[in-house]
């Protein structure tokens, strides 16, 4: 979905937060800056596990909450448009994935704000702390974001995030690299400074695998975001730490390098890292063409990753865990009906595709609680095995299943053909 393009600039802007860190037990506030020296031995342990060469040392300062603040508003103020916000908040409001009285800009900063115990500045090169963190989050945070900044030092993180930014689960997988690499990072020199590594699976088993979603009365922005929020932004530290385990398991030490050179391409390969070795590419069902008077406003694709979330939203976490897994594409468009007087009208369209017939059907099922779900008031016309319509506050709409395929179409002002 649009959630791609402005997600990679986000995150080349350094709005990369320590959420994993943020459900620990409160610590004392550290009392003074980190030494110059930590900063540098973090560095060279790093350095060493990953065989990424250390081309300068970073510049870091501390920060205030009020500080990070504003520089979350200035950064997406200067990195994404009023229109593509307003685009992105329109998509997450079609899906069902927000309320219709959501605000995207406000909720977006507010939980970077929250969130942040440090972050990496991709384009001015240095290392932001917040003075408030406790200090068991501070040095996990330094930890992860000098990571970060190794990873830049030799492949521009900056670009490498920004490549493919309009295809949102390209986005999405390669926001995991970076992440994912960050926290695994972390978690080795934890366990090299006990002298255990993650190569041994039962000290993986004793690091890797923490709910980092776990409630905290700390953090009540994250705690009250909707679901989509809650899970996009967990899933590039939670799976990609998975994601980087398989790989280094696979590659060894290679495998840092690997996921630069060639990046997962889905969320899908993220959470499933032997379709990653494999090359087992996301299929992209076709839509068809605008209406007349109509055009493209948003297009974009549906993963594994965001279907679970709408089956988990709407229908239940059973149902998400079991048929995510048999989905092979998805693609959407919203589109804009050209009117001189009437309201401004958003379609969609959506089209996905299964494993085989059986989990068509159990997702065509689904996707009819989805919409029962999403809107408030539905007049179902017809209900038949294969077919679903009617209409709702947004418009006519009409699901159908064909073969392995299910294909939606939702808002328009008259029937669907």
């Known amino acids: ?15 990369a937060v320590l959420l994993f860190g943020a459900w620990q037990a409160p610590a004392p506030a550290p009392s003074s800056t980190p030494k110059a020296e930590e900063i540098n031995g973090i560095f060279k342990e790093l350095s060493d596990i990953t065989g990424f060469r250390i081309k300068h040392q970073l510049p870091f300062v501390m920060v205030t909450r009020d500080e990070v603040n504003q520089y979350v508003k200035d950064q997406i103020k200067h990195s994404v448009k009023p229109d593509e916000i307003r685009a ?15 605000d995207l800009k406000k909720t977006t900063i507010d939980l970077l704000t929250e969130q942040a115990a440090a972050f990496y500045d991709f384009r001015r090169k240095k290392l932001y702390i917040s003075d408030w963190a406790a200090v068991n989050m501070r040095d996990e945070a330094v930890i992860h974001e000098l990571a970060h900044a190794l990873a830049d030092q030799n492949f521009s993180i900056e670009k490498f995030l920004g490549k493919d930014a309009d295809d949102s689960e390209a986005s999405m997988a390669r926001e995991a690299v970076v992440e994912g690499q960050a926290s695994w990072l972390m978690l080795e020199v934890n366990a090299r400074r006990n002298a255990k590594s993650l190569a041994d699976p039962e000290i993986a088993k004793e690091f890797l695998g923490g709910d980092s979603g776990a409630a905290d009365a700390a953090y009540p922005v994250f705690n009250n975001a909707p679901l989509y929020l809650r899970r996009t932004m967990l899933f590039p530290y939670d799976d990609g730490e998975k994601f980087a385990q398989a790989v280094f398991l696979h590659d060894g030490k290679s495998g840092f390098a690997k996921v630069f050179h060639q990046a997962p391409v889905s969320s899908a390969q993220i959470m499933h890292p032997e379709r990653y070795f494999a090359g087992e590419m996301p299929s992209d069902p076709k839509l068809p063409a ?57 379609t969609f369209v959506y089209a996905s595709e299964w494993r085989d017939e059986t989990a068509a059907t159990l997702y065509f099922d689904a996707y009819r609680k989805v919409l029962l779900g999403k809107w408030k008031n539905v007049n179902v016309k017809t209900q038949l095995p294969g077919s679903f319509e009617g209409k709702s506050e947004e418009g006519y709409f009409k699901v159908i299943r064909d073969g392995t395929r299910v294909f939606s179409q939702e808002g328009f002002e008259n029937p669907p053909a």
Not at 315 to 331: F, H, K, Q
Request: aromatic letters at 6%; zero cysteines; a positive charge.
């Open 88 to 102: 992105q908040e329109t998509t997450l409001k079609k899906l069902g994935f927000v309320p219709p009285d959501f």
């Open 290 to 346: 605008p209406l007349k008077h109509s055009k493209a406003y948003v297009t974009g694709s549906l993963g594994e990753l965001e279907t679970r979330i709408l089956l988990e939203q709407y229908v239940s976490t059973g149902t998400a865990e079991a048929l995510g897994p048999d989905l092979r594409g998805g693609s959407y468009r919203l589109d804009e009906i050209k009117a001189d007087k009437a309201p401004r009208r958003v």
């Open 1 to 15: 979905m649009l959630l791609g393009e402005n997600r990679a600039k986000l995150s080349a802007l350094a709005v």
